[in-house]
Structure formats: C-alpha cells, structure tokens
C-alpha cells in the first residue's frame, strides 16, 4: 500500500509551485488581516483606557453625591425617623405616666 502523501495524490492541474505560491497568497492575505485586526485593537485599547479613567471619574462624583445626601438626610432627616406623635399617642403616655 503506497504512503498517502505520494505524488499521485496531488492532482495534476496543481504543480507544486502552483501550490506554494497559492499557499503564500493565502498566507499574505491572513498576515494582511491579523495586521489590521492588530491596529483596530489598538485604537479600541486606548479609547478604553480613556473611557477608564473617566469612569473613576464619574465613581469619585457618585461618592462625593452620596456622601452630601447622607450628611443633609442626617440633619434634617433625623426627624423622619420618629415621626411626630398624634394627640391620642400623647394621651397615652400622660396615662401610662399617672
């Protein structure tokens, strides 16, 4: 049984220059798009590297709101908590005071 890589397996339309060159074609055309793909990575690199840096940006300005509403809710909040007691709930504790 001959070896499956003889010469009579390659069809004869392709001579094996023909099909290195086709090969190298292929090739030229792949390194071609990995090279663009390259540059296109680059560029979405750096803008996300901005984008970054802008979204601590934007995280230290959420903390400095959060950190402002919870001191004024912490003043004038402290009311909202124990809410004002009714004439009738005062009743009560005058009663529960006799």
């Not at 094996?16 to 090969?23: L, M, W």
């Not at 803008?47 to 004038?76: C, D, F, P, R, Y």
């Amino acid at each position: 049984m001959p070896p499956p890589h003889t010469r009579s397996n390659i069809r004869p339309s392709l001579a094996p220059s023909s099909a290195k060159a086709r090969q190298l074609s292929h090739l030229n055309s792949q390194l071609a798009q990995l090279q663009a793909n390259l540059a296109d990575l680059e560029d979405i690199s750096r803008v996300t590297a901005v984008q970054a840096e802008h979204i601590k940006a934007l995280g230290s300005l959420n903390v400095a709101l959060l950190m402002a509403a919870g001191k004024v809710l912490g003043e004038s909040g402290a009311g909202m908590h124990n809410p004002p007691s009714t004439g009738a709930e005062a009743e009560d504790e005058e009663m529960a005071d006799a």
